[in-house]
Nanobody, 117 residues
């Protein structure tokens, strides 16, 4: 059974930092391109950052220079370090895995990030 379990969300003031974690199980983590998406109330889900199986990364323009995605294949975990947080970063953040060895995708359950004074 595949599971993606996010953690690390919470309430933080503007300018603060959070690190999200997503621990995967049930598939070969090293064969998964991993991403973080977010969905704010009343808005569509959007891609925040992606890291490929060889470590290449892509970011949404709105988070470039503030967020960093990384992965630790030994721990089956992908991270999202979020610095200089803004109120507009408030959203539910979802972990997403796309396997490269077979056509299957997986979503985590989401973790709430709220940026507010």
């Amino acid at each position: 059974q595949v599971q993606l379990v996010e953690s690390g969300g919470g309430l933080v003031p503007p300018g603060g930092s959070l690190r999200l974690s997503c621990e995967a199980s049930g598939f070969t983590f090293a064969s998964g391109a991993m991403s973080w998406y977010r969905q704010a109330p009343g808005k569509e889900r959007e891609l925040v950052a992606r890291i490929g199986i060889y470590g290449s990364t892509n970011y949404a323009e709105s988070v470039k220079g503030r967020f960093t995605i990384s992965r630790d294949n030994a721990k089956n975990t992908v991270y999202l370090q979020m610095n200089s947080l803004k109120p507009e970063d408030t959203a539910v953040y979802y972990c997403f895995a796309r396997r490269v060895d077979r056509p299957m995708d997986y979503w985590g359950q989401g973790t709430q990030v709220t940026v507010s004074p």
